[in-house]
């Protein structure tokens, strides 16, 4: 069962009540992350009812060894995973040497957990009755560095309520931590430290195989009534585990507290043989800084992330919530300062996944990293796929390609595959287009085409190079066909001519042509480089002419769309509204032939197609393909709702446009695919940004213009968002009656409204609807 039991908050996240059934939940929902390292929502106090403890560090990942029932030649030795790492966040809390553990208490009230998506901070606070009757109050105030983000701090008060009582505190390390994932419970980290100064405590470790060193840290502050207590505490020390023992005598209604500074330092930004010290230096900024201090810059930092990402929707608490949470989370996950990291679906959430990076980054959320951020944070995202270039070639040739074809991976963490299911790793590989297709867009929209010959070039030789060797001729239908393939409806698989695989296949060829004749045009010393270091030849080339002119695209007459592909009419076309309702997710009810026999589609498919290349299609065509596709669409994947959001809103169905919206706004707050205690889904959250801008308004870039198309739910009394369009950033506001557009300086740029020209903006413009 889904449960929905957020409170309602422009703000905040936000619950009311204490629900054990919901622990898990929340854990994920109230995650926190600062790009370089985040952590599901776990007490700090003991807690032994069913939770998932997770600490993560951006790059800090294990090839886990992999586990399949019949193996098959090309599949990847292991399975990178996202480690669960070193647990700082730990406060064992004792009344009169009986453990706080809300599984255990005779009663809970007035729980309440509000993550501040503002300021970035997450508090809980309850009253309860311990089993030894002693009733105390507790407020836990956690937060994650943006200003210092290899620190986090952490404020835990107790109050005992009617009677006096000793409280003890014992703020640990524990590094004797397991994925909950791990294929063969094997252990993924070795710990070879465990230390300790009179109030700091270290814990080395290394993670087997991959050897990242990684140094968790601690240091605790014991307070009475807000006056530092100056106790020497007892120290408690295991091969992997380091805590101390802060005890102090409370009087009734006064309030104890600890003040926890912790987190990580990593062989990733230090040299392995100098963690400790490197922990001793963050440590002493952050406590010089105070948690105060910490707190404040906190505040600032999310201000200026604010001032730049947020959508504010007025008129509607529950869609504001919405795309705040979404902004927030992706924010957490990707800072985009480092180009060694990428935004896994999880993101800090949750193991789900695995690897850090799907084409998820490069179709749905480069688009809101561009726009929100400086342009240097999508290239980082590009340069991310420049570097496992070789990767991608060696990938390609353990599946029998080869002279620099390059075949990225659905799942990877290093550049490596890492996914090991035949019909994904060996099928899904429309992946590589949408690497090639964010190159295009990152050219589209921020007008900077240096990524191109410097690096842009090479992927698109290797990924042409691909599709050109996976084709082959049909006599039959006197066409380059496709075989045995997955295209983005995983409900499908091996099927033969994925529209969308044909379709991308045939544009990466073109659009490398049409690179390679620029490149040989105005790029002559690039060029001659590139072409000596890929050796390609001009029958690779004409080749790749002749085959993306003869693609074959799988068509009926009867409906006059373009068919998911050859078989999809022998399937019996029952549309999703047929399902019997409590049969679903159907991937949750249905045995996975009776789902692969279905006409069920859990994702855009032909759609996808539709949204990348818009403008290669009618918006009568557009219709006609909706109006067969969607109604057989099951949306069990996070990343369906945002497209057809954006295509209704194309199409003028504003009230399904909004039904969608809300949809993928509110996938995680409401649970809608009753999965939320594994994780958030934040790649889909770029979506949601794309369902607002793109989709209600209408932003495009056609023809080195930016146009917009706006149009408001019914609902809405405004809505405003702003874009960093080629480093101007424009602020616009949508209402009932208008639309509204400012610069923070003159814009060069040509920006079109209802296709009118408005610019230059130089001052606000207002266009009437
Ligand atoms: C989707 C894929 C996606 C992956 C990670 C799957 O459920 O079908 O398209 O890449 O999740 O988000």
């Known amino acids: 069962?889904?449960?929905?039991?957020?409170?309602?908050n422009e703000w905040s996240v936000i619950e009311e009540g204490f629900n054990a059934e919901r622990v898990m939940s929340s854990e994920s929902l109230f995650s926190l992350g600062n790009g370089a390292m985040g952590q599901r929502a776990n007490f700090e106090e003991n807690y032994s009812g069913e939770t998932f403890q997770g600490s993560y560090i951006g790059g800090v990942y294990y090839p886990d060894k992999t586990r399949v029932g019949w193996w098959k030649n090309g599949y990847p030795e292991y399975f990178a995973k996202v480690l669960n790492a070193p647990n700082w966040i730990g406060i064992r809390v004792l009344v009169n040497n009986c453990e706080l553990d809300l599984n255990t208490c005779q009663k809970i009230s007035n729980f309440k957990r509000e993550l501040n998506m503002k300021e970035g901070w997450h508090k809980r606070s309850f009253q309860a009755i311990l089993e030894n009757g002693i009733e105390v109050k507790v407020e836990a105030l956690r937060f994650l560095s943006l200003s210092h983000d290899e620190a986090g701090a952490i404020n835990y008060q107790v109050?005992?309520?009617?009677?006096?009582?000793?409280?003890?505190?014992?703020?640990?390390?524990d590094a004797g931590i397991k994925n909950q994932d791990s294929n063969w419970d094997d252990q993924f980290w070795e710990i070879t430290n465990v230390e300790n100064t009179t109030n700091q405590a270290f814990i080395e470790s290394h993670t087997l195989k991959t050897l990242y060193h990684v140094g968790t840290f601690m240091e605790s502050k014991l307070f009475l009534n807000n006056e530092i207590q100056a106790i020497q505490p007892q120290v408690e020390k295991s091969k992997s585990h380091v805590a101390f023992h802060y005890s102090v005598a409370v009087e009734a209604g006064q309030t104890a507290s600890i003040q926890k500074f912790a987190g990580y330092v990593t062989s990733l930004n230090h040299d392995a043989s100098q963690l400790i010290d490197a922990s001793k230096n963050v440590l002493n900024e952050v406590t010089s800084i105070g948690f105060e201090g910490l707190l404040q810059e906190q505040i600032e930092a999310w201000a200026n992330i604010w001032e730049m990402s947020d959508i504010v929707i007025e008129g509607d608490v529950k869609a504001q919530q919405g795309i705040r949470f979404n902004i927030f989370q992706l924010n957490q996950t990707y800072s985009g300062k480092d180009e060694r990291l990428n935004i896994g679906p999880k993101g800090f959430t949750g193991e789900k996944y695995g690897g850090s990076t799907?084409?998820?980054?490069?179709?749905?959320?480069?688009?809101?990293?561009?726009?929100?951020?400086?342009?240097?944070?999508?290239?980082?995202?590009?340069?991310?796929?420049?570097?496992?270039?070789?990767k991608a070639i060696e990938?390609?040739?353990?599946?029998?390609?080869?002279?620099?074809?390059?075949?990225?991976?659905?799942?990877?963490?290093?550049?490596?595959?890492?996914?090991n299911e035949w019909e994904i790793t060996f099928e899904e590989i429309h992946r590589n287009g949408a690497i090639a297709f964010a190159i295009f867009n990152y050219h589209?929209?921020?007008?900077?085409?240096?990524?191109?010959?410097?690096?842009?070039?090479?992927?698109?030789?290797?990924?042409?190079?691909?599709?050109?060797?996976?084709?082959?001729?049909?006599?039959?239908?006197?066409?380059?066909?496709?075989?045995?393939?997955?295209?983005?409806?995983?409900?499908?698989?091996?099927?033969?001519?994925?529209?969308?695989?044909?379709?991308?296949?045939?544009?990466c060829m073109e659009y490398m042509l049409e690179n390679l004749a620029i490149l040989a045009k105005d790029f002559a010393s690039d060029y001659k480089r590139i072409l000596k270091k890929t050796k390609l030849k001009d029958e690779e080339i004409e080749a790749m002419k002749e085959i993306s002119a003869n693609m074959y695209f799988p068509y009926s007459e009867k409906y006059d769309v373009y068919l998911q592909q050859d078989g999809f009419l022998d399937k019996d076309i029952a549309t999703v509204d047929q399902l019997n309702q409590e049969e679903r997710p159907i991937n949750q009810f249905w045995s996975w032939d009776r789902i692969l026999r279905s006409p069920y589609i859990k994702q855009a498919d032909t759609l996808q197609g539709f949204y990348f290349f818009e403008d290669q299609f009618s918006k009568e065509e557009l219709e006609k393909h909706f109006d067969f596709y969607e109604p057989l669409t099951v949306h069990e994947s996070s990343l369906s709702p945002c497209v057809h959001s954006v295509q209704a809103a194309k199409l003028g169905r504003m009230e399904q446009a909004y039904e969608f919206y809300l949809r993928t706004s509110r996938l995680d707050l409401d649970d809608y695919n009753r999965e939320v205690d594994e994780g958030c889904h934040i790649t889909s959250m770029a979506g949601t940004w794309m369902s607002i801008v793109e989709?209600?308004?209408?932003?495009?870039?056609?023809?080195?213009?930016?146009h917009f198309e706006p149009q408001i739910p019914e609902n809405w009394k405004s809505y405003t968002f702003k874009v960093n369009f080629r480093n101007t950033v424009l602020s616009i506001q949508i209402t009932q009656d208008g639309f509204e557009i400012s610069a923070d300086k003159e814009v060069k740029e040509s920006i079109k409204v209802f296709g009118k020209e408005i610019s230059p903006v130089i001052t606000t413009q207002k266009v009437n609807s």
């Open 1 to 8: 069962m889904n449960q929905v039991y957020i409170t309602p």
């Open 395 to 419: 990938n390609a040739e353990k599946l029998g390609f080869k002279n620099g074809a390059a075949l990225y991976p659905m799942v990877t963490m290093n550049g490596e595959e890492s996914h």
């Open 159 to 173: 109050t005992p309520i009617h009677q006096s009582a000793e409280i003890t505190f014992i703020p640990y390390l």
């Open 444 to 507: 589209r929209f921020t007008g900077d085409y240096s990524y191109i010959p410097e690096m842009g070039m090479e992927v698109l030789i290797g990924i042409a190079r691909f599709w050109q060797q996976r084709v082959n001729y049909s006599e039959d239908k006197k066409k380059y066909v496709m075989l045995g393939v997955t295209g983005p409806n995983e409900y499908e698989n091996n099927v033969n001519n994925n529209w969308y695989t044909n379709y991308i296949a045939k544009w």
């Open 695 to 706: 989709g209600f308004g209408g932003m495009r870039v056609k023809d080195n213009a930016l």
């Open 358 to 390: 799907y084409w998820d980054t490069e179709a749905y959320c480069l688009p809101f990293y561009m726009a929100t951020k400086n342009q240097e944070v999508a290239k980082n995202l590009l340069i991310y796929r420049y570097n496992h270039l070789d």
